[in-house]
């Protein structure tokens, strides 16, 4: 309680001090892509170029991920510490239907750091959610593909997160959950088969882009253990499953609204074959010259697929199941809300609600054409609105 009232204090005070910079015109500006937006092709390439993100932006979509997408122009101290965001989420549907999800986020002013798990068989959510002010603590990666994004709270004060490393050959982690379990896991991460991500650089206006790298279906190994006031109530050594992760950074727009599913799980297809599926799924996130949603994707056995139709969300997840279709019915899921990661900040010239949920999904995805079906499947929904 004391960790978290200072650091609610110190948000507050610094988010003051942001609101004069916020005046700027730069800063009041919505970020319109206007004629970039307009003259971007989004056919699906294959590949980036390496200098995608130097000028002059390699605006599209792209069916690889950079190694390095890190921006390689210069900002200026408006852009650096009020518009360049990034963050790193990585999700694991655990081989018994538990879902483990963990994120760093940084967002210059200020950056937080979450892991939760959550059972769906007895409906138990935990969770630890740390922020700090001006960025400490939190370092995102180049890319999912070199480097860790690490929380490393050692710098500044004791957190609920202890250690949190998102690397390219696993996942390490140490935290106190708010239910007062605490618990560790590491997992190997295999991408053996699946060598296609899907990559997003989006013309948020001329010199503003922001980078997405979406990616699901690599499988993860290795042990989790829990514990409650030190006796163990879990050790297992060798538990698998399968991961889906969403990688972004870039010069956002101020105001954002957005839907999003992450998936990623094993079933059996409608030929009686075992296959690992994952998708991410979005509203109103990036959209084209004519105002269609460009982050649809879904992926089978290591082939991806991205969506030509729009996916459309229906009902609050607050207030029953959530219902979202495809508009050519290739797709139907029906979400049911569990648990909350509340990422909310209302300090007047900042309005944000990140509110990352996660819950279980029952339906049919169609990838390629093969129906798969979501039976009570745990998976994250994310209702996100900001003026950030």
């Known amino acids: 309680m004391k960790e978290k009232l200072i650091q609610t204090t110190i948000v507050l005070f610094i988010a003051l001090l942001i609101g004069l910079f916020l005046y700027l015109p730069v800063i009041m500006s919505q970020g319109e892509s206007g004629e970039a937006l307009l003259q971007t092709n989004f056919t699906l390439q ?28 210069s900002l200026s101290f408006s852009q650096s510490f009020l518009q360049y965001k990034e963050w790193h989420y990585f999700g694991v549907h655990l081989s018994d239907n538990r879902y483990l999800g963990v994120a760093v986020g940084q967002l210059q002013y200020l950056s937080s750091a979450f892991v939760y798990l959550f059972d769906p068989t007895v409906k138990n959510f935990s969770m630890a959610l740390t922020q700090f002010p001006l960025g400490f603590g939190a370092e995102v990666a180049p890319s999912p ?96 499953g399968t991961v889906v992760g969403d990688f972004t950074r870039g010069l956002l727009a101020r105001r954002t609204r957005w839907y999003w599913t992450a998936l990623s799980f094993t079933t059996v297809s409608e030929t009686g074959k075992k296959v690992t599926v994952a998708c991410q799924l979005s509203q109103g996130s990036y959209r084209d010259q004519n105002g269609d949603d460009l982050e649809n994707v879904l992926w089978a056995d290591g082939q991806m697929e991205v969506l030509k139709v729009n996916v459309k969300y229906h009902g609050k997840y607050s207030a029953g199941p959530v219902h979202i279709e495809a508009e050519d019915g290739s797709l139907k899921l029906v979400y049911q809300y569990s648990g909350i990661v509340p990422m909310e900040g209302r300090y007047g010239i900042i309005d944000a609600a990140l509110l990352h949920t996660v819950g279980v999904y029952s339906g049919f995805i169609t990838v390629h054409g093969v129906k798969y079906p979501v039976d009570n499947t745990s998976g994250v929904l994310e209702d996100h609105v900001a003026l950030w």
């Open 46 to 73: 294959k590949e980036p170029p390496p200098n995608a993100l130097a000028l002059p932006y390699a605006f599209g979509r792209y069916a690889q991920g950079l190694q390095d997408a890190r921006l390689r122009t």
């Open 145 to 240: 593909f070199t480097g860790c994004s690490l929380w490393e709270p050692w710098r500044i004060l004791p957190t609920q997160i202890g250690q949190l490393s998102i690397c390219p050959e696993g996942l390490i982690v140490a935290a106190n959950l708010d239910d007062g379990q605490e618990i560790t896991a590491r997992l190997r991460i295999s991408k053996d088969g699946w060598n296609e991500s899907f990559a997003l650089i989006y013309p948020n206006g001329p010199e503003k882009p922001a980078y997405t790298n979406k990616y699901g279906g690599w499988s993860a190994s290795g042990s989790i253990q829990r514990s409650v006031n030190g006796t163990i109530i879990e050790r297992s050594q060798e538990i698998e």
